[in-house]
Structure formats: structure tokens, C-alpha cells
């Protein structure tokens, strides 16, 4: 079983930054993503990292303002956010997929996830 800590969240003015991390249990071949619910709505994907960093991908909502990076040395995710705007605000899970693969869906594992909320 992996557990994921998701920290980093908080509040921020609109166009601020917040940096997530994640903690992974474990270390092996798996892609690690960001996904975030805001309320009323369903869980979108944010963001996804290969095992390796060497490939990402982002939701185009996110592209040019958010950069996830990960420390495999670490078992750590990072989600840099930049030029927050309120329509960022919701809480934010990360995700593991196993394997060498990298999806927008169909994780293995979830964190519990971490509040941000940008104001106006």
C-alpha cells in the first residue's frame, strides 16, 4: 500500500505563487500526478510527471503557469504554482500510477489532499 502526504497548501492573493509537495512511501517505477477538485465541481487533472522527470504534462488550464517537478532520491512530487487566480482555488491531490507509463487517468493510489485557496 502507498501512502501519499500531500503539504504545501494555503492562502493566497491572485497572482501569487504556492508551492505542493508530496511524500511517497515508496520508491519504484511510477508516475506521479496533481489533481484538484474545486466545490461542486469533479476532480480534473492538473498535472503528471514520468518515473524518470524526464516527461510532464499539464492540463491547459495550468500550462505556462504551473511547473511539477519530483526527487526520486527523495520520493517527493513538487507542483510549483505561479500566477495563481481564484479559479484555482480547490483542493488539491496528488497520485501515483505505476508502471513506466504517464496518464491523465486511472491512478493507483491518492493522498488525502491539500486546501488552496486563492482570493480576489
Known amino acids: 500500500q502507498v501512502q501519499l502526504v500531500e503539504s504545501g497548501g494555503g492562502l493566497v492573493q491572485a497572482g501569487g505563487s504556492l508551492r505542493l509537495s508530496c511524500a511517497a512511501s515508496?520508491?519504484?517505477?511510477?508516475?506521479m500526478g496533481w489533481f484538484r477538485q474545486a466545490p461542486g465541481k469533479e476532480r480534473e487533472f492538473v498535472a503528471v510527471i514520468n518515473w524518470s522527470g524526464g516527461s510532464t504534462d499539464y492540463a491547459d488550464s495550468v500550462k505556462g503557469r504551473f511547473t511539477i517537478s519530483r526527487d526520486n532520491a527523495k520520493n517527493m512530487v513538487y507542483l510549483q504554482m505561479n500566477s495563481l487566480r481564484p479559479e484555482d482555488t480547490a483542493v488539491y491531490y496528488c497520485?501515483?500510477?505505476?508502471?513506466?507509463?504517464?496518464?491523465?487517468?486511472?491512478?493507483?493510489?491518492w493522498g488525502k489532499g491539500t486546501q488552496v485557496t486563492v482570493s480576489s
Open positions: 515508496i520508491r519504484t517505477f511510477m508516475a
Open positions: 497520485a501515483v500510477k505505476l508502471g513506466l507509463e504517464m496518464f491523465r487517468d486511472e491512478y493507483d493510489y
